[in-house]
């Protein structure tokens, strides 16, 4: 498959595939904004599971060292209590993608709150919330080889 994507960047015709699939960025641009996307698909597909603490876009994060998201978990011991925090932080680049691409790498550390490691259950339950998690994943991954290729974004 990446010879695929390497040809189709040689050739000149993925970034036209590319937007003629997704062709519009999304208007999730704030962390606040951010905050309220994650969380209706939270209540929507993983009402059980304990509140986030904080979701933001995150500068820090480098596609090129294939961190496109993050997600962390603390506790504190606050008098007799144990807190606990979730956090989740997507990479900065996200801000200027189709919203598809947004709601993958969304699901895929939400999924990160039931199931730690990248295994079967892991892969399913994105499906579930993502019927077109792979899908999208690759094409992901295809616009990051080619914005590595070419350092001109598509959105």
Not at 87 to 101: K, L, N
């Amino acid at each position: 498959m990446a010879e695929q994507v390497q040809r189709l960047i040689e050739q000149g015709t993925l970034s036209d595939r590319l937007l003629q699939k997704y062709p519009t960025p999304h208007a999730v641009r704030t962390d606040r904004a951010l905050y309220d996307f994650v969380t209706e698909a939270k209540d929507r597909y993983l009402r059980n599971t304990p509140g986030l603490s904080r979701v933001a876009f995150d500068s820090t994060l480098h596609v090129e060292r294939r961190a496109l998201g993050l997600h962390t978990r603390t506790s504190q011991v606050q008098g007799i209590k144990l807190k606990s925090r979730r956090e989740i932080r997507i990479a900065a680049v996200f801000r200027e993608m189709p919203v598809e691409f947004l709601r993958m790498i969304v699901v895929h550390e939400l999924a990160h709150l039931k199931e730690l490691e990248h295994n079967k259950a892991f892969y399913q339950l994105c499906l579930h919330m993502e019927p077109d998690y792979h899908q999208l994943e690759f094409d992901l991954r295809a616009y990051l080889t080619w914005l590595a290729a070419t350092d001109k974004p598509l959105w």
